[in-house]
């Protein structure tokens, strides 16, 4: 059974940071890239950053480049995203994905495997 669980958000204050986790299980870690996914109320699921698993390349979106990086440890199947700076405009609740569809994958609809979401909330 595939499984992507994303665990890591919760509140944080505006400057601060939080480390989200996704542990992935069932699929062949190193054949996918791993994507970040966020969506907040009333918009659209945003792709965030994604990374492949076969050689560490990395992608990130403008909103979050500098602030945002995103990591894999293969022998855990398990990828960060560690987020610093964040801005009230960062709070959404974040997915990881799971692709074969090449990278980046920086589409939605490009993505095999999902994970529940986890949520980040920036006060101001």
């Known amino acids: 059974e595939v499984q992507l669980q994303a665990s890591g958000g919760g509140l944080v204050q505006a400057g601060g940071s939080l480390r989200l986790s996704c542990a992935a299980s069932?699929?062949?870690?190193?054949?996918?890239?791993i994507g970040w996914f966020r969506q907040a109320p009333g918009k659209e699921r945003e792709g965030v950053s994604c990374i492949s698993s076969s050689d560490g390349s990395t992608y990130y979106a403008d909103s979050v480049k500098g602030r945002f990086t995103i990591s894999s440890d293969n022998a855990k199947n398990t990828v960060y995203l560690q987020m610093n700076s964040l801005k009230p405009e960062d709070t959404a609740a974040y997915y990881c994905?799971?692709?074969?569809?090449?990278?980046?994958?920086?589409?939605?609809?490009?993505?095999?495997?999902w994970g529940q979401g986890t949520l980040v909330t920036v006060s101001s």
């Open positions: 994905a799971a692709t074969r569809s090449g990278f980046p994958a920086t589409v939605a609809a490009s993505y095999d495997y």
């Open positions: 069932g699929f062949t870690f190193d054949d996918y890239a």
